[in-house]
């Protein structure tokens, strides 16, 4: 078992390091513009669902918000998505939701990414419940004092209560998988 685990470990450094090569390959200046980060990982022009997810990603790791990505900041995306522990994952996820940065998520905030994962898991799966519907279940369970918006804490505690609003909160559309796969697509 733990051999297994160092196996995967092994692997995921291995992609960050190929990653990392393609980041100086693609970006001599040392800045990755948004177009170049779609480019790099293959999100095609036709998906609009992808193409949001990923400048919504792009966004969250841009800290200086100078509309490129750095090579720490890139070192830093890809550690997280290809290593991160699921406090940190939880962590960023709330900070994807914050469009406005207030610490806190109120429904508008929720149903902007919950529309972006629920078009892209309705193409590789059956989720039977609404927009509304899944916005008011995530509120009904996290929104512990029920004041219409969710801090940072709620996020956390409920996220990790209930695998249900765990698998909605961690934006889990499979970043780490998507990232591999699509690693394996590069020039």
């Not at 995306?77 to 522990?85: F, P, Q, S, V």
């Not at 962590?91 to 207030?102: L, Q, R």
């Not at 998520?105 to 059956?126: C, F, M, T």
């Amino acid at each position: 078992m733990g051999q297994e685990e160092s196996h995967s470990e092994e692997m995921d450094l291995e992609k960050i390091q190929e990653l990392c090569i393609i980041f100086m390959k693609e970006c001599p200046s040392g800045a990755l513009h948004l177009h170049e980060f779609k480019r790099i990982f293959g999100v095609p022009s036709s998906s609009a669902e992808e193409s949001l997810y990923m400048e919504t990603i792009f966004h969250s790791f841009d800290t200086n918000k100078d509309n490129t990505l750095d090579f720490l900041e890139y070192v830093a995306a890809l550690h997280l998505i290809l290593r991160g522990n699921l406090e940190d994952r939880l962590k960023w996820s709330f900070k994807m939701y914050d469009k406005d940065g207030n610490g806190k998520l109120d429904r508008q905030e929720v149903k902007r990414i919950i529309r972006i994962i629920y078009k892209i898991k309705l193409q590789k799966s059956d989720v039977s419940m609404t927009l509304s519907e899944i916005c008011d279940r995530i509120f009904q369970l996290v929104d512990k004092n029920n004041d219409g918006q969710i801090t940072l804490s709620e996020f956390m505690e409920g996220a990790q209560k209930d695998e249900w609003v765990m698998n909605l909160l961690k934006l889990d559309v499979n970043a780490t998988g998507w990232v591999i796969q699509n690693c394996g697509k590069l020039p």
